[in-house]
C-alpha cells in the first residue's frame, strides 16, 4: 500500500518526557495559540493493523497488553523509548514558548516600523489609516503562515502511520542480561531501539582529509573505518580512539567516490572506485602500510559505487555512468567481466548505484539516470529477453511523470526483502523486493532535499527499523520505517550538504560526511529525547527550495542544452593530441581516465562540490 488508510496530522515521533514543574499559565497560551489548528494524536488516528499494512506484527514486550501499555508508558521510567506524538507546529520546544512570542513580537514591532517608513511620510505619519494597514498586513501575514502550515500538515500526514509502542525497556533488559536470559539478543535489541536514536548526538570529528569525504566504510568488526575524498586519498582510522592509522594515494587520478573492505579478507584488501571510471585495488599489510594499489576495471565514464558479496573476499560488483555493470574476480588474470548493459529499450541508462541482496547474493540491484529499480539475477542474465531484467520497481506517480527523475541511491534490508531508493528532487521510497515485476512502493518517507550532490540513503538498526538520509539543508533525518514519522533530526554538515551515512555494524551509533573536510561521529548520549528543534522551518524551506525548481523545470531543457555546447567547445582537440594521448599509456587503452567527464548527466549530477 503506497498510503496509510488511516490519514494522521501528527507528523513526527518526538519524546514524551515533559517537564513536570512547566507553568501552567504557558501551557494554557501553548493550547489557545493552536486553537484552532487540526488535534490529532495517535489515540485520535484510526488504528491500522500489522495485517492489513502488510508488515510483521510487533510483539508486545513482557506480556503488555494494548490496554494498560499507555498506562506504562507514562509511570514507567524504566523505558528509554519516548513514544509521544508531536504536530510540527508544537516542534518540541513548549518550555520556550514564551520566549518565541516575544521574538515574534518584537520582529513584526520591526516590520511594522520598516513598512511605515517605506510609506510616503516615513515614521512620523501616525494615522488611523495606517494603523489599519498595519493590522491588515499583519492578518494577511498571519493567514499566509497558516496556510503554509496546512500545506505542509496536508503534504506529510498524508501518509503517516502511528508510532508503534517501546518494544525495548532499559532496566528490564539490564536486569535479564545480569542473570544471563537473552544476553545474546541485548545488543541487537539496544542497536534497534527508538529511544537512543532520539538520543544520538554528534561524539567527534575526524579530521585529516583536505577536500571533501566522498565514502565511509566500517570493517566487519566495525574496529576500523575507511573513508575517501576529492584530495584522492584513503584513510584507515581507529575511530574508537580518533587516530588515523594508514594513509595512502589510491591510485585515482580524481576524486574518490567509494572505498570498501572485502569481507573475510582480514582487513587486507580495500575496493575502490572514483570519477575517472576506474575500479582499484589497494593491498595493505599487518604493518600499517599499503603494499599496492592496482587497476582491475575501467568504466567510460565516473564508477560511483560498489556492491559486496557479503560472503566472498574476492569478487564484488561496479557499476558507471556507461550503463555497465562489471563482476569482478580478482582470482582472475582479467578480472572484470561484463554482466550487463543497463537499457530502458535501446537506450542506455547511466547507473549510480548498485547493492547485492544479502540473502540472495546472485540477485543485485542497480538506479540511475531514470526513475526505475532494476534487479537482476546474475545466473540469467539475457539481454534479449527485456533487456536482462528480472524485475523492476517504481512509484506509479513518477512511470509517467516527464521530469528527469533519477535514483541517486539504493540499498537492501538486512534480510534482503526490501529496498530503499532515494529520488532526486522526490522522496524516498521503500520497495518490497519479493513483490511481483511493476509492483508500486510501500512507504514514503519525506523531509529532506535532495538536489546538489549525489547523495546516499541508509537503512538504521540492526533489523532495518529506520531509514537514514543526508540533505541539501546540512542536516541528517532519520524515520522510523513503519511509520514514515521523522523521529530524529541533526545538524550535520556546516558546508551545507550531507552525503555519506554509514551505521556501525554492532554498536548504536554511525559516521557521516559531506561537503565539510571532516568525518562525523554520532552515538546516543544525550540526556532526553530530541525535541525536533526547528524542524518545521528546514523542512518548510525544503519543500519551498523543490516546489521552485519544479516551476523552473520548464527552463531545464535551455540550459542542459548551454551546458552541452559549452562542454563540446572546452573538449576540442587536435586529432593529432588525441592520438598521441592514446599512445602514450597503454596501461589506459580500455578508456580515458577522464572520460567520465565527457559523458551525459549535466552539471547537477556531481557527487561533490569543487573542493
Given at each position: 500500500m503506497?498510503?496509510?488508510?488511516g490519514k494522521?496530522?501528527?507528523?513526527?515521533?518526538?519524546?514524551e518526557?515533559?517537564?513536570p514543574?512547566?507553568?501552567?499559565?504557558?501551557?494554557?497560551?501553548?493550547?489557545?495559540?493552536?486553537e484552532?489548528?487540526?488535534q490529532?494524536s495517535?489515540?485520535?488516528?484510526p488504528?491500522?493493523t500489522?495485517?492489513?499494512?502488510g508488515?510483521?506484527p510487533?510483539p508486545?514486550?513482557e506480556g503488555?497488553?494494548?490496554t494498560?501499555r499507555?498506562v506504562?508508558?507514562d509511570?514507567?521510567?524504566?523505558?528509554m523509548?519516548?513514544?509521544?506524538?508531536?504536530?510540527l507546529?508544537?516542534?518540541?520546544?513548549?518550555?520556550s514558548e514564551g520566549g518565541r512570542r516575544?521574538?515574534?513580537?518584537?520582529?513584526d514591532g520591526?516590520?511594522r516600523a520598516a513598512?511605515k517608513?517605506?510609506r510616503?511620510g516615513?515614521?512620523?505619519?501616525?494615522s488611523?489609516?495606517?494603523?489599519e494597514?498595519?493590522d491588515?498586513?499583519?492578518?494577511?501575514?498571519?493567514k499566509?503562515?497558516?496556510?503554509?502550515?496546512e500545506a505542509?500538515?496536508?503534504w506529510l500526514?498524508a501518509?503517516?502511520r502511528d508510532?508503534?509502542?517501546?518494544?525495548w525497556?532499559a532496566?528490564?533488559?539490564?536486569?535479564?542480561r545480569?542473570i544471563g536470559?537473552?544476553?545474546?539478543?541485548?545488543v541487537r535489541?539496544?542497536?534497534g531501539a527508538?529511544?537512543?536514536?532520539?538520543?544520538?548526538e554528534?561524539?567527534?570529528r575526524?579530521?585529516?582529509?583536505?577536500?571533501?569525504?566522498?565514502?565511509?566504510?566500517f570493517?566487519?568488526s566495525?574496529?576500523?573505518?575507511?573513508?575517501?575524498?576529492?584530495?584522492?586519498?584513503?584513510?584507515?582510522?581507529?575511530w574508537a580512539i580518533?587516530?588515523?592509522?594508514?594513509?595512502?594515494?589510491?591510485g585515482?587520478k580524481?576524486?574518490?567516490?567509494?572505498?570498501k573492505?572485502l569481507p573475510?579478507?582480514g582487513d587486507s584488501?580495500?575496493a575502490?572506485?572514483?570519477r575517472?571510471?576506474?575500479i582499484?585495488?589497494a593491498?595493505?599489510?599487518?604493518?600499517?602500510?599499503c603494499?599496492n594499489?592496482k587497476r582491475?576495471?575501467q568504466?567510460?565514464?565516473a564508477?560511483h559505487?560498489?556492491?559486496l558479496?557479503?560472503d566472498?573476499?574476492?569478487?564484488?560488483l561496479s557499476?558507471?555512468e556507461?550503463?555497465?555493470?562489471?563482476g569482478?574476480?580478482?582470482?582472475?588474470d582479467?578480472?572484470a567481466n561484463?554482466?550487463v548493459?543497463?537499457k530502458?529499450g535501446d537506450?542506455k541508462?547511466?547507473l549510480?548505484?548498485?547493492f547485492?541482496n544479502?540473502a540472495k547474493?546472485?540477485h543485485f540491484?542497480v538506479?540511475g539516470?531514470?526513475q526505475?529499480?532494476?534487479?537482476?539475477?546474475?545466473?540469467?542474465?539475457?539481454?534479449?529477453d527485456n533487456?536482462?531484467?528480472?524485475?523492476?520497481f517504481?512509484?506509479?506517480h513518477l512511470v509517467s511523470?516527464?521530469?528527469k527523475t533519477n535514483i541517486?541511491?539504493?540499498?537492501?534490508?538486512?534480510?534482503?526483502?526490501?529496498?530503499l531508493a532515494?529520488?532526486?528532487?522526490?522522496d524516498?521510497?521503500l520497495?518490497?523486493?519479493n513483490h511481483s515485476?511493476?509492483a508500486?512502493y510501500?512507504?514514503?518517507?519525506?523531509g529532506h532535499?535532495?538536489?546538489?550532490?549525489?547523495k546516499g540513503?541508509n537503512f538504521?538498526?540492526?533489523?532495518?527499523?529506520?531509514?537514514v538520509?543526508?540533505?541539501?539543508c546540512g542536516?541528517i533525518?532519520l524515520?522510523?520505517?513503519?511509520?514514515a514519522?521523522i523521529?530524529q533530526?541533526?545538524?550535520?554538515d556546516?558546508?551545507?550538504?550531507?552525503?555519506?551515512l554509514e551505521?556501525?555494524?554492532?554498536l548504536?551509533g554511525?559516521?557521516t560526511s559531506?561537503l565539510?573536510?571532516?568525518?562525523k561521529l554520532?552515538a546516543?548520549?544525550?540526556?532526553s529525547?530530541t525535541?525536533?528543534k526547528g524542524?518545521k522551518?528546514v523542512?518548510?524551506?525544503?519543500k519551498r527550495e523543490r516546489?521552485?525548481?519544479s516551476?523552473r523545470h520548464g527552463?531545464?531543457y535551455?540550459?542542459?542544452?548551454l551546458?552541452?555546447?559549452?562542454?563540446?567547445?572546452?573538449?576540442?582537440?587536435?586529432?593529432r593530441?588525441?592520438?598521441?594521448?592514446?599512445?602514450a599509456?597503454?596501461?589506459?587503452?580500455?578508456?580515458?581516465?577522464?572520460?567520465?567527464d565527457?559523458?551525459?548527466?549535466?552539471?547537477?549530477?556531481?557527487?561533490?562540490m569543487?573542493?
Amino acid at each position: 500500500m503506497a498510503e496509510a488508510d488511516g490519514k494522521s496530522t501528527v507528523l513526527n515521533g518526538g519524546s514524551e518526557e515533559n517537564n513536570p514543574g512547566e507553568d501552567q499559565h504557558k501551557e494554557r497560551d501553548a493550547s489557545e495559540s493552536k486553537e484552532g489548528q487540526t488535534q490529532s494524536s495517535s489515540q485520535d488516528a484510526p488504528k491500522e493493523t500489522a495485517e492489513a499494512s502488510g508488515d510483521k506484527p510487533m510483539p508486545d514486550v513482557e506480556g503488555e497488553t494494548g490496554t494498560n501499555r499507555e498506562v506504562e508508558e507514562d509511570e514507567d521510567t524504566d523505558s528509554m523509548d519516548g513514544s509521544g506524538l508531536y504536530s510540527l507546529t508544537e516542534d518540541g520546544e513548549r518550555e520556550s514558548e514564551g520566549g518565541r512570542r516575544e521574538k515574534a513580537k518584537e520582529k513584526d514591532g520591526d516590520q511594522r516600523a520598516a513598512r511605515k517608513r517605506n510609506r510616503p511620510g516615513g515614521g512620523n505619519n501616525h494615522s488611523s489609516s495606517s494603523d489599519e494597514d498595519d493590522d491588515e498586513d499583519e492578518e494577511e501575514e498571519q493567514k499566509d503562515d497558516e496556510d503554509d502550515d496546512e500545506a505542509m500538515e496536508a503534504w506529510l500526514g498524508a501518509e503517516l502511520r502511528d508510532l508503534r509502542g517501546p518494544v525495548w525497556r532499559a532496566v528490564p533488559s539490564l536486569r535479564s542480561r545480569e542473570i544471563g536470559r537473552d544476553s545474546h539478543q541485548f545488543v541487537r535489541r539496544v542497536c534497534g531501539a527508538r529511544g537512543l536514536v532520539q538520543r544520538l548526538e554528534l561524539q567527534g570529528r575526524l579530521e585529516r582529509h583536505t577536500g571533501c569525504v566522498n565514502t565511509l566504510h566500517f570493517n566487519p568488526s566495525g574496529t576500523r573505518l575507511a573513508s575517501g575524498s576529492d584530495d584522492l586519498r584513503v584513510v584507515i582510522w581507529d575511530w574508537a580512539i580518533r587516530r588515523a592509522e594508514l594513509e595512502f594515494d589510491s591510485g585515482h587520478k580524481s576524486n574518490v567516490f567509494q572505498a570498501k573492505f572485502l569481507p573475510h579478507s582480514g582487513d587486507s584488501t580495500l575496493a575502490m572506485c572514483a570519477r575517472d571510471g576506474q575500479i582499484r585495488v589497494a593491498e595493505l599489510s599487518a604493518t600499517q602500510r599499503c603494499k599496492n594499489t592496482k587497476r582491475v576495471a575501467q568504466h567510460k565514464g565516473a564508477a560511483h559505487k560498489l556492491a559486496l558479496e557479503p560472503d566472498s573476499p574476492c569478487s564484488f560488483l561496479s557499476a558507471g555512468e556507461d550503463a555497465v555493470v562489471f563482476g569482478i574476480d580478482l582470482r582472475l588474470d582479467r578480472p572484470a567481466n561484463k554482466l550487463v548493459v543497463v537499457k530502458e529499450g535501446d537506450k542506455k541508462v547511466g547507473l549510480y548505484t548498485i547493492f547485492v541482496n544479502p540473502a540472495k547474493t546472485h540477485h543485485f540491484a542497480v538506479g540511475g539516470r531514470d526513475q526505475y529499480v532494476r534487479i537482476y539475477d546474475q545466473r540469467k542474465i539475457n539481454e534479449n529477453d527485456n533487456n536482462g531484467v528480472l524485475k523492476k520497481f517504481c512509484p506509479s506517480h513518477l512511470v509517467s511523470s516527464e521530469s528527469k527523475t533519477n535514483i541517486t541511491c539504493l540499498v537492501y534490508s538486512h534480510d534482503g526483502t526490501e529496498l530503499l531508493a532515494s529520488y532526486n528532487d522526490e522522496d524516498i521510497y521503500l520497495f518490497d523486493s519479493n513483490h511481483s515485476d511493476g509492483a508500486d512502493y510501500r512507504r514514503r518517507y519525506k523531509g529532506h532535499r535532495n538536489n546538489a550532490t549525489v547523495k546516499g540513503v541508509n537503512f538504521y538498526g540492526p533489523c532495518s527499523e529506520f531509514v537514514v538520509s543526508g540533505s541539501d539543508c546540512g542536516h541528517i533525518y532519520l524515520w522510523d520505517k513503519y511509520s514514515a514519522r521523522i523521529i530524529q533530526f541533526m545538524e550535520g554538515d556546516r558546508g551545507g550538504v550531507v552525503n555519506c551515512l554509514e551505521p556501525h555494524p554492532h554498536l548504536p551509533g554511525m559516521a557521516t560526511s559531506g561537503l565539510d573536510h571532516d568525518i562525523k561521529l554520532w552515538a546516543p548520549t544525550a540526556e532526553s529525547p530530541t525535541g525536533l528543534k526547528g524542524l518545521k522551518e528546514v523542512m518548510k524551506k525544503n519543500k519551498r527550495e523543490r516546489d521552485e525548481d519544479s516551476v523552473r523545470h520548464g527552463d531545464q531543457y535551455d540550459t542542459q542544452l548551454l551546458w552541452f555546447l559549452m562542454r563540446h567547445m572546452r573538449n576540442r582537440r587536435p586529432p593529432r593530441a588525441r592520438r598521441e594521448g592514446a599512445d602514450a599509456d597503454t596501461d589506459e587503452s580500455w578508456s580515458s581516465p577522464d572520460s567520465s567527464d565527457e559523458e551525459e548527466g549535466g552539471p547537477d549530477h556531481v557527487q561533490c562540490m569543487s573542493s
